[in-house]
């Protein structure tokens, strides 16, 4: 892949032009990385009780929906964001999978898988947090287990 760099006084916020001949998948991964790379770049504010908290990606183990109400897990504590379950897997990089219609988390603290009733495994992450993994995204985590 060729790239090219044009300085020019006249521009006054950076862009990226991407000329292909098709859309590939490497295309269209290259693209959202770019698009997210300057957007807080993995962090984002959690609210709890009358404080904000800035929330780094790396931090963030689990992320749930609860009565139309997004959650996310940092350690030991549960911070209230302002963001939808989409907009946060898609902030927060490719170490996030959704693992449900409710529940999204952080790859990188997944300890175990076990099997549980009609398909469906049960995720245990290295901070003891529990969740559970539906059918719809076991193909997914297969994929990211190597399996």
Do not use: C, W
């Not at 170490?95 to 049960?122: R, T």
């Amino acid at each position: 892949m060729r790239v090219e760099v044009n300085i020019s006084e006249t521009v006054t916020e950076p862009y990226a032009v991407i000329h292909t001949n098709e859309m590939t998948q490497e295309i269209s991964e290259l693209a959202k990385e770019i698009t997210q790379f300057g957007h807080s770049q993995g962090m984002i504010i959690g609210y709890q009780e009358d404080r904000m908290v800035v929330l780094k990606a790396e931090e963030i183990t689990l992320i749930r929906v609860e009565n139309e109400k997004v959650f996310v897990v940092a350690g030991k504590e549960t911070y209230r964001v302002q963001k939808r379950m989409y907009e946060l897997m898609e902030q927060l990089g490719k170490d996030f999978m959704q693992v449900s219609k409710s529940a999204g988390i952080n790859l990188k603290f997944l300890e175990s898988v076990e099997p549980s009733f009609n398909g469906v495994m049960l995720l245990r992450l290295k901070n003891g947090e529990k969740e559970y993994i539906s059918r719809k995204y076991v193909p997914q985590l297969k994929k990211y287990l190597g399996l």
